[in-house]
């Protein structure tokens, strides 16, 4: 969960409403979200989050630090409630992979799928936005970490590329899903995700001589 998430959260615990700068951030990632980063406005923001220009450019600055603020909060829940729903399957790392294609149908069934926030603010500017690619990559970076070591308990012999090629799948699922928004898309994915895992080869195969 994001810092600015679980801070409004705690708030609302308490009985105390969200401050207006948790409120801005919470309706961009919305909207930036949910209509486009282009197709939202800053006035837009600040009428649903009943907040003041003042606010927002003392907080954040630009609406292109109010995007870095978005995603990176994106990315953290992104990761937390993907990973915490591959730990759901259980301690054996083998089950936790092949929980990959029901994780992502349940984020494509819980009313709030909006496709890859990174790969969606990527495509929506210019090809040469370093710092946004940046961001991109280092949200890739973080879920490769989990998939290897995921992979290494598993017991396969080749966890960095087992998790170059999950993470493949999970791009293209989630791409191929915003486009048709056909849940069939899942059991594809889900008979890739079969055949990815059955041609790793294991530990001891990797090792062995040729």
């Not at 609302?12 to 486009?36: N, Y």
């Not at 915490?84 to 929980?99: H, I, S």
């Not at 500017?125 to 995921?150: G, P, S």
């Amino acid at each position: 969960m994001g810092k600015a998430k679980a801070a409004m959260l705690l708030k609302a615990a308490e009985g105390s409403p969200a401050s207006p700068q948790t409120r801005i951030l919470d309706v961009a990632r919305e909207l930036f979200c949910r209509d486009g980063i282009h197709a939202t406005g800053i006035d837009r923001i600040l009428a649903e989050a009943g907040a003041s220009k003042m606010t927002l450019y003392a907080r954040y600055g630009s609406k292109d630090a109010l995007l870095r603020a978005v995603l990176t909060e994106e990315g953290e829940d992104w990761r937390q409630r993907f990973f915490d729903r591959l730990d759901e399957a259980g301690t054996v790392p083998a089950a936790r992979l092949r929980a990959i294609v029901p994780a992502l149908g349940d984020w494509f069934s819980g009313g709030k799928f909006y496709g890859c926030a990174f790969m969606n603010a990527v495509s929506e500017h210019r090809k040469n936005e370093v710092w946004l690619r940046e961001m991109a990559a280092a949200h890739h970076r973080e879920i490769l970490a989990r998939f290897t070591l995921i992979g290494a308990d598993a017991g396969y012999g080749e966890p960095a590329t087992l998790a170059r090629q999950l993470l493949l799948l999970i791009d293209g699922t989630i791409a191929a899903l915003m486009v048709s928004g056909d849940a069939s898309v899942l059991d594809i994915a889900r008979r890739n995700l079969d055949a990815i895992l059955s041609a790793a080869p294991l530990a001891d195969e990797a090792g062995a001589p040729a």
